[in-house]
């Protein structure tokens, strides 16, 4: 079982900077693979990044490519998101997630295991 806690989320001006991070329980995370997807009221829950247990491989939507950072430190059990350049439609929930890296990592079918979410304001 993993248990993963999300902080760092508020509120910021357009243009804005914020770090999400993701605790992790267990101490086997670095068997896992992280995510991390957002959901906006109203919309289904979407992707936004993944990073690979080394942390040697990460993917982006293509929304946040350029502006959002993924990395991770094994030695802290921690994931992060660095969020640059913030937009209005940025605003969400955001949710970190723990696969086991068994399929499609911007599938949420794909993560065991969720956090309670994080909600992220950019205001205009």
């Known amino acids: 079982q993993v248990q993963l806690v999300e902080s760092g989320g508020g509120l910021v001006q357009a243009g804005g900077s914020l770090r999400l991070s993701c605790s992790a329980s267990?101490?086997?995370?670095?068997?896992?693979?992280m995510g991390w997807f957002r959901q906006a009221p109203g919309k289904e829950r979407e992707f936004v990044t993944a990073?690979?247990?080394?942390?040697?491989?990460?993917y982006y939507a293509d929304s946040v490519k350029g502006r959002f950072t993924v990395s991770r430190d094994n030695a802290k059990n921690t994931a992060y998101l660095q969020m640059n350049s913030l937009k209005p439609e940025d605003t969400a929930v955001y949710y970190c997630?723990?696969?086991?890296?068994?399929?499609?990592?911007?599938?949420?079918?794909?993560?065991?295991?969720w956090g309670q979410g994080t909600q992220v304001t950019v205001s205009s």
């Open positions: 997630a723990a696969s086991p890296q068994l399929g499609d990592l911007s599938v949420p079918a794909t993560y065991y295991y």
């Open positions: 267990a101490r086997t995370f670095s068997n896992y693979a």
């Open positions: 990073i690979t247990w080394s942390g040697r491989t990460t």
